[in-house]
């Protein structure tokens, strides 16, 4: 890692308006200097003789520089007319009549070879690609909103400004409003014929060459803005994301729910079984804990007499990163009063079947986990979904008799869990506790056949420090996962309300904390306080929005679906 540098002994660029070292600077006015003597000898030498190969435009010259060396280039251009702004390379304001996709939709019916003189248009966008045919015409891909259109610049339509001049300025990256008519070219092009072009924004980075593209994926994730640019994909993911979350909304609005916001920071971490990221208030000079989940303060809004609310929201978890699991990650939450696990069974079904035929016109869809050019899945939204009970179908699957649900959680089912790992080669790491033991159990043997969208039941309540026990199966809880694609999107309880056995609950958590599971929970006072003024039977549920949105936007790794600026540090 490079040394940091004392912000006090920057010195100013003169040509890019860089604040750089003096090392850089001096390096730089160097390599200048050479490239001046270059320029003057070519200057000094003389005239090629006719007939010899004809030399390079400035642009095309271009294309051999190195970034660095392009953005040197460009920033002295750009600099020259930020000085005497004819044109201002940073209007304040384009008035722009047409979006791309409007103007597309308004004006494809035009007749191929014809053009609309009688109307003059204004649209704006980025300039993909760029050529010339002759000093008198050029052409342009004008990108935005996920379309492109042509601009055909011809030098009799040109109005104001010097057209060689305006054009030959222009570059690829660049933002550009184009006043003109619409029509279509002898090939069928629908193109605006320019009266004037004005730059809104240069572009002084060089673009990846459009035959080659933007495709390293870690560039990509860090330099989100160019991966939009370069990427129409990556725009159509992100907008199917938003799908998912205004129909997500739409949702639970129709049915009486009330969006509400809870802490982000908490003094416990509670609601999930997670290890939570340490944040220090200072003003309070507090340490705190980022959320987990918002699940405890959303079941006290119920106690407190709102009996539908839902929350969307960032939770961040001190956890691994791998293709499938980010730190910082978003969900929807929902607690509905007088309701239990079966009833939220079936709105899951009706949500997430009714989602997916709304985005794709389909129940089935396919999902490829290994990438693009890998075998693909055959997702089923098609409702009612499968259901799995847990020990039911490990006992099936292992050919063993697991204890009784009620000692799930002794000494003596820890010694039978182990042997089983041991036996099937399941890898599950310290704390051994029977909570994950078991969980890798389910991993290796039961989330792997959950393709189409699978429920899991049956969690023993040492698995579910929040829901309520089973009303017919001692030691087992009411509680469902429902998994996609081998992995869980939603996790849903009928919520335990009883004070005394959630504080009983909560000592084991930490006494699995004590054992050394950074993972398990604390005791909540205050949410146990909560409980004690009466919460009613409730039904709590939960789903991770990137999850689906990666099975959704055919994504194999999280970070193409959860957000669209990634950290440098990622």
Avoid at 33 to 48: G, L, Q, V
Avoid at 172 to 179: H, P
Wanted: glycine fraction near 6%.
């Amino acid at each position: 890692m490079s040394e940091p540098v004392d912000q006090k002994n920057l010195q100013k660029d003169p040509v890019t308006g860089e604040m750089i070292s003096k090392t850089e600077l001096k390096r730089r006015n160097k390599l200048r200097e050479k490239e001046a003597a270059k320029a003057a000898k070519a200057a000094a030498a003389p005239p090629k003789a006719a007939g010899a190969a004809k030399e390079k435009s400035a642009e095309e010259g271009e294309d051999e520089l190195n970034p660095n060396q392009y953005f040197e280039l460009r920033s002295k251009t750009i600099n020259k007319l930020r000085e005497n702004p004819s044109p201002n390379p940073y209007p304040h304001k384009f008035q722009v009549e047409l979006t791309l996709p409007e103007f597309i939709e308004k004006f494809s019916s035009i007749e191929t070879g014809e053009r609309a003189d009688d109307q003059v248009v204004t649209v704006a966008g980025r300039i993909h690609n760029k050529r010339a045919a002759g000093a008198k015409l050029r052409f342009y891909d004008l990108h935005g909103e996920g379309v492109k259109i042509q601009i055909m610049a011809a030098a009799q339509d040109n109005e104001g400004e010097d057209y060689t001049e305006i054009h030959d300025l222009l570059r690829r990256g660049d933002v550009v409003g184009v006043s003109g008519v619409p029509g279509k070219t002898k090939r069928g092009e629908l193109s605006i014929f320019p009266k004037k072009v004005t730059l809104l924004s240069p572009c002084l980075r060089m673009l990846p060459k459009s035959n080659y593209g933007f495709k390293d994926q870690e560039l990509r994730y860090r330099q989100r803005y160019l991966d939009l640019i370069m990427n129409n994909f990556v725009r159509d993911k992100f907008v199917t994301r938003s799908k998912i979350i205004t129909y997500l909304r739409a949702f639970l609005d129709k049915q009486g729910f009330l969006e509400v916001e809870t802490p982000m920071m908490n003094q416990i971490a509670g609601g999930a079984t997670a290890k939570p990221f340490l944040t220090h208030h200072n003003d309070l000079n507090l340490d705190m804990f980022m959320r987990i989940a918002p699940e405890l303060f959303l079941k006290m809004l119920v106690v407190g007499g709102l009996d539908r609310v839902y929350e969307v929201g960032r939770q961040f978890r001190n956890e691994g990163i791998d293709m499938t699991h980010n730190p910082e990650f978003t969900t929807c939450e929902f607690y509905m009063a007088y309701a239990d696990m079966y009833d939220l069974m079936e709105m899951t079904e009706q949500l997430v079947s009714g989602m997916v035929k709304e985005i794709f016109g389909d129940y089935k869809i396919e999902y490829h986990p290994q990438g693009p050019d890998a075998p693909a899945m055959q997702l089923d939204f098609t409702p009612p979904f499968r259901r799995m009970d847990m020990i039911e179908t490990l006992e099936e699957k292992l050919n063993v008799k697991f204890p009784a649900g009620d000692q799930l959680h002794t000494d003596e089912t820890n010694k039978f869990l182990s042997d089983l790992c041991i036996k099937h080669n399941v890898d599950c790491s310290a704390p051994r506790t029977n909570a994950r033991m078991l969980d890798k159990l389910v991993g290796d043997f039961l989330e792997v056949e959950c393709i189409s969208p699978t429920f899991i039941t049956g969690h023993p309540m040492m698995m579910s420090p929040l829901a309520k026990k089973h009303r017919e199966r001692p030691g087992i809880c009411e509680r469902f996962e429902c998994f996609v694609a081998t992995k869980e999107i939603c996790n849903a309880y009928t919520e335990l309300n009883d004070p005394f056995d959630q504080r009983e609950r909560f000592a084991q958590q930490a006494n699995d904390k004590d054992a050394g599971d950074d993972e398990a929970q604390l005791i909540d006072e205050n949410f146990c306080q909560s409980l004690e003024y009466g919460l009613p039977p409730t039904g709590g549920w939960g789903m991770g929005i990137d999850r689906l949105t990666m099975f959704l936007t055919n994504s194999n790794n999280i970070k193409g679906a959860d957000t669209l600026c990634d950290r440098d540090d990622a």
